[in-house]
């Protein structure tokens, strides 16, 4: 069983800078592809950025720009950089690992996190 945290979410301010951290226990970090996903009361969760087990990195239209995942296989640790922060960010933020080929759907991803909560607010 895969077991995953995250942390860092806050109140922050139109334009900050965030970023949050997935350290994960329990299974072979570096195998996994991992994800960011966010999720507001009545929307389903939304995909945000990706990270290949090999590195590669995908990124939704929203955030490209914005936002850079990366991990630290050595840490068990996934990050999600977030700059130039705007209230539609706000949410919950949740990480992900899959072993699966898809990243942009909730349903490809075998383990969550139980979330951290971002909030864009002047």
């Known amino acids: 069983q895969v077991q995953l945290v995250e942390s860092g979410g806050r109140l922050v301010q139109p334009g900050d800078f965030l970023r949050l951290s997935c350290v994960a226990s329990?299974?072979?970090?570096?195998?996994?592809?991992m994800g960011w996903f966010r999720q507001t009361p009545g929307k389903e969760r939304e995909f945000v950025a990706a990270?290949?087990?090999?590195?590669?990195?995908y990124y939704a239209d929203s955030v490209k720009a914005r936002f850079i995942i990366r991990r630290e296989d050595n840490k068990n640790t996934v990050y999600l950089q977030m700059s130039s922060l705007k209230p539609e960010d706000t949410a919950l933020y949740y990480c992900?690992?899959?072993?699966?080929?898809?990243?942009?759907?909730?349903?490809?991803?075998?383990?969550w996190g139980q979330g951290t909560l971002v909030t864009v607010s002047s």
């Open positions: 329990g299974g072979t970090f570096g195998t996994y592809n």
């Open positions: 992900g690992a899959s072993r699966r080929y898809t990243y942009t759907t909730a349903a490809a991803y075998d383990y």
């Open positions: 990270i290949w087990s090999g590195g590669s990195t």
